[in-house]
């Protein structure tokens, strides 16, 4: 089984700020994912990260506010931009390996 | 699209009763099918999954869950549950296997003792 590392673990950001939540995995993936859990919420695929290639967004999400990196097959960035109280969530990287989904830790961020 | 509901946002049991958690999922095509838990302030732990074959799928800690195309549903079921059983537990549904996954909204198992 994958073992996901992400970091920060967690963050309080004044709104306006940007951070970057790295994920780092222990074997070579082809398929990245990040995931958002709002308060209280379930969670939501924000995109998905091939290395090689830009990320696909779902709906609902862009490039400009969460750009994503994907330099490597065990590595990955998402970046939330210019945030506000409204992104206050935790951050999930995710992997598919061999028909499984494999989830970090999480990033729990606070917006003040 | 696909779309998952889970029927208990909460569902309280004591110490060694069965339970069952409800997932309903919504989707004009053949799916994947996972429950996986949450433990307080950690990640995601997969319980099991379906993704062919038999319709009763026997995953970690005792949990099982039975796929029921009919009624479009895989409930997740545990004969006696521990008070380390409390939990929130998530249904999600793929249905084309590529690790886009669609969650339910969550049910929280308490085990009371």
């Known amino acids: 089984s994958a073992v996901i590392s992400q970091k920060p673990s967690r963050d309080i950001c004044q709104r306006g700020t940007s951070l970057t939540i790295q994920c780092q995995v222990d074997?070579?993936?082809?398929?990245m994912f990040w995931y958002r859990q709002q308060p209280g919420q379930s969670l939501t695929l924000i995109a998905t990260a091939n290395q090689g290639s830009e990320a696909t967004y779902e709906s609902g999400f862009v490039i400009d506010k969460f750009p994503i990196s994907r330099p490597n097959l065990t590595f990955s960035t998402l970046t939330v931009s210019n945030m506000s109280p409204e992104d206050s969530s935790i951050y999930l990287c995710?992997?598919?390996?061999?028909?499984?989904?494999?989830f970090g830790p999480g990033t729990r961020l606070t917006v003040t | 699209a696909q779309s998952v509901t889970q029927l208990d946002s909460q569902v309280p049991v004591f110490e060694e009763a069965p339970v069952e958690l409800r997932c309903n999922y919504s989707s004009s095509v053949s799916v994947y099918l996972f429950w996986y838990v949450q433990y307080p302030n950690q990640g995601l732990q997969l319980l099991l999954k379906y993704l062919s074959g038999s319709t009763l799928v026997k995953g970690i800690n005792g949990f099982e869950a039975e796929f029921n195309k009919s009624q479009t549903s895989f409930h997740l079921r545990k004969p006696s549950v521990h008070i380390s059983d409390t939990a929130e537990y998530f249904c999600?549904?793929?249905?084309?296997?590529?690790?886009?996954?669609?969650f339910g909204q969550g049910t929280i198992l308490t085990v009371h003792p």
């Open positions: 999600a549904v793929s249905e084309t296997g590529d690790g886009k996954l669609t």
């Open positions: 074997s070579q993936v082809t398929m």
């Open positions: 995710s992997v598919l390996q061999f028909y499984e989904q494999y």
